[in-house]
């Protein structure tokens, strides 16, 4: 068996690990990375690229569905050839890969470990039965997997996740969606709209990441026109026949429905990949879920020497979180015990379905838990469905809610569902990190006709609210006609 002394040990070749790979290496050149399975990042190989690359493919053709709205009329049948849609996403795909594997080609041979790590003690590591790690410092970067109910693998090979999505060749006949989150709403539509039949089914009524009660009605709404979604379903068996899988589940009005599906995806949430390391040989503090707790700002854990980042540390598990917290871990694992803040920025994510749905800064249910009902904040609110450049596009659906607080002005975040929605975010969360107040961002320049404009008509409402500025104006000439 080998054995290595060394500085700082990473656990994990993904878009943390390898983070935070290069930010200790700009103090000490004795770093090892261990990876057990393919080095790249989720995000490339099965996540938001391929995810988007199908999308992309979807939007196509619902682009020339919209058509006739325009009085433009295609002709004949839209055909969809799902070979050639799953050929330019694996083929695209593997070249979004093979950028990610350049880099860490780039990675000297002999400080990859290739196997599994597991804890032996604080500083100590075995990776599989070949090399042990003792190190002054590690950095766990192990990321997430999906999760689901272990029942389910009585499907067999008719269960998928989402990585198994993006290794098909052909398109399948139909698809039953299990969870309305992120994943589910951008692949189940993205499905359905190249002619897969789908159906989608939810707990509890969650519909995305979605807080705010009214945003979440409109979605549950939005895609119910477009597919069967319950995202409270009760579901009376699930079992395998043959090459389908056959479920039973009560319908909205309490019925009995009966259908097979060829696949059932999996899309019930991740799971932070800490449960296989041994952590208990540690003496890391841990959430209820078995996760390590660990500073927002430094991503050290209670063990001094220990930092975590990514999707293991269950915080945000999107790629910029992700690369923010590895490079933040790996800088102070590198010059530990010098330990510093990094720049943690104001939240923003997005669900790239049709409408898109995105959120900033503090959720409604975040402003909720911390000012309860002191009336404290004020809600903004502009739907889409009558906003002017969305109307000339017919992508007029959506509700936008932004929220501030009494007293200082200070926008504290957004919620909404509508067009362009990862644009308006990225606004909003420059505007937020800058801890700008709703008159601040009301003096930026707006130019029409732009969906932008939504942004200040929900800021005007607020600002009113907030008794900061004039009531709104039912027809504002400052935006043209149509707003």
């Not at 590591?125 to 272990?150: E, F, L």
């Not at 009966?258 to 041994?278: E, M």
């Not at 003496?283 to 660990?294: K, M, N």
Request: glycine letters at 10%.
């Amino acid at each position: 068996m080998k054995t290595l002394n060394v500085d700082v040990a990473v656990i994990g070749g993904g878009t943390a690990g390898l983070g935070a790979y290069r930010a200790a290496k700009a103090h000490t050149d004795s770093v090892v990375m261990i990876e057990g399975g393919p080095y790249g990042t989720t995000c490339a190989r099965v996540g938001c690229m391929p995810s988007k690359l199908l999308i992309a493919a979807a939007e196509s053709v619902h682009q020339i569905e919209k058509a006739p709205g325009f009085g433009v009329h295609p002709q004949g049948e839209i055909v969809i050839n799902g070979r050639e849609v799953m050929d330019r996403v694996k083929r695209e795909r593997d070249r979004f890969v093979g950028f990610v594997l350049e880099g860490v080609d780039e990675i000297p041979a002999e400080d990859k470990i290739a196997g599994y790590a597991k804890f032996v003690e604080n500083n100590t590591i075995m990776v599989d039965d070949h090399t042990q790690i003792n190190a002054k410092r590690i950095v766990i970067a192990t990321g997430s997997r999906p999760a689901y109910p272990a029942v389910w693998n009585e499907l067999g090979d008719r269960l998928i996740i989402n990585d198994d999505v993006f290794s098909w060749d052909d398109l399948p006949e139909s698809v039953a969606v299990f969870g309305p989150g992120v994943i589910g709403l951008e692949l189940g539509q993205a499905l359905k709209r190249l002619g897969v039949e789908v159906v989608m089914f939810g707990l509890g009524g969650q519909v995305g990441p979605l807080t705010d009660p009214q945003i979440m009605a409109y979605a549950d709404n939005a895609f119910n026109e477009e597919f069967y979604l319950d995202a409270d379903v009760k579901i009376e068996s699930m079992k395998r026949k043959g090459d389908v899988v056959e479920i039973q589940y009560l319908g909205k009005d309490g019925e009995l429905i009966i259908i097979s599906v060829d696949y059932v995806l999996a899309a019930t949430g991740r799971r932070p990949n800490v449960d296989k390391l041994a952590i208990e040989n540690t003496s890391i503090e841990l959430d209820t879920r078995g996760v390590p707790v660990a500073d927002h700002f430094t991503l050290q854990t209670s063990v001094e020497s220990i930092f975590i980042a990514g999707d293991a540390s269950n915080q945000l598990p999107l790629l910029h979180e992700a690369a923010d917290q590895g490079r933040i871990a790996g800088d102070n694992a590198g010059r530990f015990p010098d330990i510093r803040a990094g720049l943690r920025r104001s939240k923003i994510s997005a669900v790239f379905s049709d409408p898109q749905i995105a959120m900033v800064g503090e959720t409604y249910k975040e402003i909720i838990e911390r000012l309860g009902n002191c009336g404290c904040f004020e809600t903004g609110e502009v739907s889409f469905e009558n906003q002017g450049r969305s109307r000339v596009m017919l992508r007029n659906k959506g509700l936008l809610h932004v929220y501030g607080e009494h007293g200082t002005g200070r926008f504290l975040g957004a919620e909404m569902i509508g067009p362009n929605a990862e644009h308006l975010a990225h606004l909003l969360a420059w505007a937020h990190q800058n801890k700008m107040t709703v008159a601040e961002m009301l003096d930026m320049p707006f130019y029409h006709p732009v969906i932008e404009e939504g942004v200040r008509t929900a800021l005007r409402d607020l600002n009113a609210k907030l008794h900061l500025g004039p009531e709104m104006i039912k027809h504002c000439l400052d935006c043209g006609p149509g707003c």
